[in-house]
């Protein structure tokens, strides 16, 4: 008697830990997106639900993955600290695989890569690094690698100004309580075709340097390697498919793919 209860009690606490580990598997992948819009990167649209070619991808790989994702929005200087605290499982949102970054997170592969550029109002020059940029009012937008790059090349030589949201700096650049700004070559293209840019350009595209990284990844905690290997798969096919060709085309008319 007492041996067949144990049996049933071990039964049963197998049960209990099976029932556990598939509720764990069946867990959707939670993917981050700044909150805030980044055309043609995210951008949320009026029913709640994100658009754009981060968004796309999302979908793509989970797809390719065959996996249950759901898109979560994080404000960005907390993304980072969400995903240690396992709020997030991934970071997707044109986060560049930087030395300093990886201190901290893992990176998938990268799914895309970027010029940095400058833009300012039509009718300025910026050719000569650093010579153009000194003295002026400088825009940027926080925690990212042309915040680092100006902190570390332009802070002597100019007034930079940090801003927690690309948005802002767009409109203190609109407002002209910015000379200059600097962000994503891609974002910025796009941006300097909307109505409320209509007086500026893309002034110039700024020489590569290490601080700007490694093209763009999916940040994921050092410790899930096994969701790390299943998006670097997933990205890998992506990139070698004509999905990712055709979304290229689309959002930018020009290929992203990482050189890296």
């Known amino acids: 008697m007492v041996n067949r209860r144990l049996a049933n009690w071990l039964t049963g606490v197998a049960c209990v830990m099976l029932a556990g580990m598939s509720a764990a598997q069946a867990q959707p992948i939670r993917f981050a997106v700044a909150a805030e819009p980044y055309p043609p990167y995210t951008e949320k649209q009026a029913n709640g639900e994100w658009k754009g070619f981060e968004v796309d991808l999302i979908h793509k790989l ?5 996996a249950e994702c759901e898109i979560k929005e994080v404000a960005w200087d907390g993304i980072i600290p969400s995903l240690l605290a396992k709020k997030i499982d991934v970071i997707f949102s044109s986060m560049s695989v930087t030395s300093e970054r990886e201190k901290q ?3 998938s592969k990268a799914y895309y890569d970027s010029a940095i550029a400058v833009v300012g109002p039509k009718g300025s020059t ?3 690094y650093p010579d153009d940029l000194k003295g002026k009012i400088i825009g940027v937008q926080n925690s990212t690698v042309s915040a680092s790059y100006l902190k570390a090349k332009y802070e002597k030589i100019a007034d930079v100004k940090y801003y927690d949201t690309q ?3 767009n409109a203190d650049l609109i407002a002209g309580r910015l000379d200059l700004m600097m962000a994503d070559g891609t974002a910025m293209t796009e941006f300097v075709k909307t109505a409320d840019a209509k007086d500026l350009a893309y002034l110039s595209t700024v020489p590569y340097d290490p601080i ?3 093209g763009v990844g999916a940040g994921l905690r050092k410790d899930d390697a096994a969701l790390k290997a299943r998006l670097d798969q ?5 990139l070698a ?3 990712y060709d055709d979304l ?5 008319g020009t290929s992203v793919k990482p050189a890296f």
Do not use: R
């Not at 989970?62 to 065959?66: F, N, P, T």
């Not at 997933?234 to 992506?238: D, M, N, R, S, V």
């Not at 290229?248 to 930018?252: D, E, G």
């Open 167 to 169: 948005d802002s700096a």
């Open 241 to 243: 498919s004509k999905d």
């Open 234 to 238: 997933a990205i890998q096919t992506l």
């Open 105 to 107: 997170i893992a990176f």
């Open 62 to 66: 989970c797809s390719e993955m065959k």
């Open 126 to 128: 910026v050719s000569k």
């Open 248 to 252: 290229s085309q689309h959002y930018f």
């Open 212 to 214: 700007f990284g490694k």
